[in-house]
């Protein structure tokens, strides 16, 4: 399958919370709420109001399954059910969420709307596989809410509603966007957001070609190479001058080969999914130090850790989205602890 263009999240986290800002601003001036059917006007974009109402959906479920969590009721029994979904129902025409409580709604759907653009198969495989985590699996949200890109999905929706265990939707998934010219543009697609807040493209998404990262032998840490026309000026650096931390990143061969030495046999042991190795300390110090405090694009970053085949790989996506995008130190003790997890989750592959 053709490489397809990475989202640049910190841009497009950024972005997500200016967009929301400057509407809500624009809308709450004159008004203490939202409701329903001003959300589904709210942008020229069609797919963020939806998302948008896509999101008010999943955390009434979510209100709903810890509802029926409570041991003392039968939340099973038909009447239960039907007095259930009346109350949704009523719930659904009675929307109003002041600006406190929307913004963040509005930013988190903004930046959800982007993910769908730039990264469609991957942002439909997290949703999908979210989904069928649930007994049975809803697929509805994804019809009502979900319009780009249809044709390449609904076969596996089809699928899936049809035949729940079925092992062979990914395949299907990943046919059905193996042609990505055969695709609406992102462009074309984010037209709408950006006659709201202009969105520089070239920022929002990584290119293919530099997603490989070199991993060759030398130093752990690497100088990214100079831009051209910068080597003359760069070659008169002294070498006591250090580097700025920005403008490195992360040998994998280095790394593999300190955490496979004696000196850190103590931290093999492996793990199936890195958030489960991950200590409740260690997460806030990620989310902290590493991810500017936000918690949504660390869990993204592990689902696509998660996903790579193997620690070159992983590291690979490190430096591609995160290292100089987010300016980490590499050699940072947080840096660290999280190859030392990553390398946990691979060792013994």
């Not at 896509?54 to 041991?71: A, D, N, T």
């Not at 009502?144 to 998934?173: C, F, G, M, N, Q």
């Not at 987010?326 to 989750?345: G, P, T, Y």
């Amino acid at each position: 399958m053709p490489k397809q263009h990475r989202l640049h999240h910190a841009y497009a986290t950024h972005y997500s919370a200016e967009f929301a800002g400057k509407v809500c601003r624009e809308f709450f001036e004159a008004k203490e709420t939202i409701c329903g059917s001003e959300i589904v006007e709210l942008s020229p974009c069609k797919q963020l109001n939806l998302m948008i109402i896509k999101s008010l959906f999943e955390s009434w479920q979510e209100q709903l399954e810890q509802l029926s969590g409570v041991p003392f009721f039968d939340y099973t029994d038909e009447a239960v059910q039907a007095a259930l979904q009346e109350f949704m129902n009523s719930l659904s025409q009675a929307i109003k969420i002041r600006r406190a409580d929307f913004e963040p709604l509005l930013a988190h759907s903004v930046e959800k709307t982007l993910q769908l653009a730039v990264e469609p198969k991957l942002f439909m495989e997290r949703e999908i596989a979210a989904l069928m985590q649930k007994s049975p699996p809803d697929f509805s949200s994804l019809r009502k809410y979900i319009k780009w890109h249809a044709d390449a999905w609904r076969p596996v929706v089809d699928l899936l509603s049809d035949s729940p265990e079925s092992t062979s939707w990914k395949e299907l998934l990943y046919q059905g966007f193996a042609h990505p010219e055969n695709l609406l543009s992102v462009g074309d697609l984010l037209a709408p957001l950006h006659e709201t807040l202009r969105i520089n493209l070239d920022e929002l998404m990584l290119r293919p070609e530099i997603q490989d990262a070199d991993s060759s032998a030398g130093s752990a840490v690497r100088s990214v190479p100079e831009k051209p026309g910068e080597e003359q000026a760069s070659s008169g650096r002294g070498a006591e001058e250090e580097a700025d931390p920005s403008d490195a990143f992360i040998d994998p061969a280095l790394a593999w080969a300190r955490f496979e030495s004696e000196e850190h046999a103590y931290m093999k042991g492996s793990i199936g999914h890195l958030r489960e190795g991950m200590g409740i300390n260690q997460r806030i110090m990620f989310t902290k130090r590493l991810f500017q405090g936000n918690q949504d694009l660390l869990d993204q970053a592990l689902e696509e850790l998660d996903r790579t085949e193997s620690f070159f790989d992983a590291v690979s996506l490190l430096n591609a989205s995160f290292v100089g995008t987010l300016k980490w130190d590499v050699q940072s003790d947080e840096v660290q602890e999280l190859l030392q997890l990553i390398f946990r989750k691979f060792d013994g592959d």
